[in-house]
C-alpha cells in the first residue's frame, strides 16, 4: 500500500451506480453554470454603475450569505435528509439569480445575494459540495474514494471551463448582434437561476440510498460528535487558504485581465476554459503522485510553488506572458483537493461526514468572504491593482508551511493517519 491518502489508480474510478452519476450530473451542471456568469459577473455589477469598492463589499456579503446558509443546511443534512438539503439548496440558486436580472437596485442585489446562493468566484459554493461528497461516500468503497473525488473534482473543473468559456463568448457575440453590454451580461443571469431549477429536477431523482445509517450517536454541536476537534483544525488551516485565495477570485482576476489590458469576455472566456481544464486534470494526477510521496508532501510541494507563480502574474511585462503564468499557475493549483476532500471523509464517522464537509466548506466560505471587500478597495487604485495577487500568493505560501508543521506534529492527526494505513479499518476488500 502507498502512502497516507493513497489509493486505487486516478485512472480506475469506482462504479457509481445512478446516485453516482446523478451527483456527477448535478456537480457538473452546477459547475457550468457558476462558470458562465463569473467571468461576466464583476463587468455586470461595473455596467449597472457600482463602484469597485461597492462590488467587492456586495461579493463579500455574498459569500457571508452563502456561508451562514450552507451551515445551518449541512449540519443538519444527516438528521433532516441529504436529498430535501440538496433541492432546498437548488431552489435557493433560482432565488439567487431571478432578483439579479430583474433589478439594478443594490439593496435588492444585496438581499438577493445574502438569502441565496451565488458564485462570484467561478468556484463551488453553497451546501453542495458537502453533501454529494457524503453521498458520494456513502454509495463507494472507502479504498476507491480518493479516486472518485479527483474524478469528481475533474467533472467540476471541466464544467467550469466549459460554462466561463461559453458564458464568455455568448455575452460577446450577443454584443456584436447590438445588444448592449449590460443587457447581453443580463441574459446570463436569467441563464443562471434557469440551472437553479434544472439541479432541483435531477437532486429530485437521488434515492435514499445516499442517506447516511441510522446512528445512536448523539447529534453534537454543528452535527459533529467525536471528531470535532479535528475538524475544527482543519477548518482553521482551510479558513487561512480561503482567505488568500478570495483576493484572486475568478470574477476579479478576469475584472483585472480587463481593466489592464482591455481583454474581451470572449478571450476572457477562452482563458479560464483552459485554465480550469489544467486545474482539472492535476487532480488525476494528484493520485498518482500521493501514492509515491504521500498526502501532505503533494499537498505543500505543489501549492507552494503554484502560489510563487500567483506572485507572478501581476509582474509579468505583458498580456501573453501573464496568461502564460496564470495557467501554469493552475496546472498544479488544485492537486491537494481530492485528498484534501478523501482525507475528511476519512476521519470522521458516517453520519458526521455532511457535517464535517460542511463545517470545513464553511470555514474556506468565511474566510473567502472577508478579502474580496480588500481586493475591491485595492483594484479601484490602478497602482495597486495588482496587489491582491501578491497577498493572495504569500498568504497561501504561509498556508503551506503551516499545514505541513500542523500534520507532521499533529499526534491526533498521526494516528488517524496511520488508521488509514490499515486497510481493515478504512479499505475494505472489494
Not at 446558509?69 to 438528521?79: C, E, F, G, K, P
Not at 439569480?97 to 444585496?110: H, K, N, R, Y
Not at 477548518?235 to 477570485?249: P, Q, R, W
Not at 504521500?294 to 502560489?307: A, C, D, E, K, R
Request: proline share 6%; net charge positive; glycine share 10%.
Amino acid at each position: 500500500m502507498g502512502p497516507p491518502g493513497a489509493d486505487a489508480p486516478a485512472g480506475e474510478p469506482a462504479r457509481l451506480g445512478q446516485d453516482g452519476r446523478l451527483l456527477f450530473l448535478t456537480r457538473g451542471a452546477r459547475m457550468f453554470s457558476y462558470g458562465f456568469l463569473s467571468v461576466v459577473l464583476v463587468l455586470y455589477l461595473a455596467g449597472l454603475g457600482f463602484s469597485e469598492g461597492r462590488i467587492g463589499l456586495l461579493l463579500t456579503l455574498t459569500l457571508v450569505g452563502d456561508t451562514v446558509i450552507s451551515l445551518w443546511i449541512t449540519t443538519r443534512a444527516d438528521r433532516i435528509g441529504r436529498k430535501r438539503m440538496l433541492m432546498a439548496g437548488a431552489a435557493l440558486m433560482a432565488a439567487a439569480g431571478i432578483p439579479f436580472a430583474l433589478s439594478g437596485d443594490f439593496t435588492v442585489l444585496l438581499v438577493a445575494a445574502t438569502l441565496g446562493v451565488i458564485s462570484p468566484s467561478g468556484n463551488e459554493v453553497g451546501p453542495f459540495l458537502a453533501i454529494e461528497q457524503a453521498s458520494l461516500s456513502q454509495i463507494i468503497p472507502d479504498a476507491r474514494r480518493t479516486s472518485v473525488f479527483a474524478w469528481y473534482n475533474l467533472a467540476g473543473s471541466f464544467s467550469t471551463a466549459c460554462g466561463a468559456l461559453a458564458g464568455g463568448w455568448t455575452a460577446q457575440l450577443l454584443q456584436q448582434e447590438g445588444m448592449a453590454p449590460v443587457a447581453s451580461y443580463r441574459v446570463l443571469v436569467y441563464v443562471y437561476a434557469a440551472f437553479g431549477l434544472v439541479l432541483a429536477a435531477l437532486f429530485s431523482r437521488v434515492s435514499s440510498a445516499i442517506e447516511p445509517p441510522p446512528s445512536s450517536a448523539p447529534a453534537g454541536r454543528l452535527g459533529l460528535h467525536r471528531s470535532r476537534r479535528t475538524v475544527a483544525k482543519l477548518s482553521a488551516l482551510f479558513a487561512l487558504d480561503a482567505f488568500a485565495g478570495g483576493f484572486v477570485m475568478q470574477s476579479f482576476v478576469a475584472y483585472w485581465f480587463h481593466a489592464r489590458y482591455g481583454v474581451a469576455p470572449g478571450l476572457l472566456g477562452s482563458i479560464f476554459f483552459v485554465a480550469n481544464v489544467l486545474a482539472g486534470l492535476s487532480a488525476l494526477y494528484a493520485v498518482r503522485m500521493a501514492r509515491r510521496i504521500g498526502l501532505i508532501n503533494t499537498m505543500v510541494f505543489t501549492h507552494i510553488p503554484s502560489n510563487m507563480l500567483l506572485i507572478l502574474v501581476p509582474l509579468m511585462p505583458n498580456l501573453s506572458l501573464a496568461i502564460t503564468v496564470l495557467l501554469l499557475r493552475f496546472s498544479i493549483s488544485q492537486m491537494d483537493v481530492p485528498t484534501r476532500q478523501s482525507y475528511t471523509m476519512a476521519v470522521v464517522s458516517p453520519d458526521e461526514r455532511s457535517a464535517a464537509a460542511g463545517v470545513t466548506g464553511i470555514a474556506r466560505t468565511t474566510g473567502a468572504a472577508v478579502s474580496p471587500v480588500l481586493a475591491g478597495q485595492l483594484m479601484a487604485f490602478p497602482a495597486l491593482a495588482g496587489t491582491p495577487f501578491l497577498l493572495a500568493g504569500g498568504l497561501k505560501i504561509i498556508y503551506d508551511l503551516l499545514l505541513y508543521r500542523s500534520f507532521r506534529k499533529s499526534e491526533t492527526v498521526a494516528s488517524q493517519v496511520k488508521a488509514q494505513r490499515d486497510p481493515g479499518q478504512l479499505e475494505p476488500p472489494d
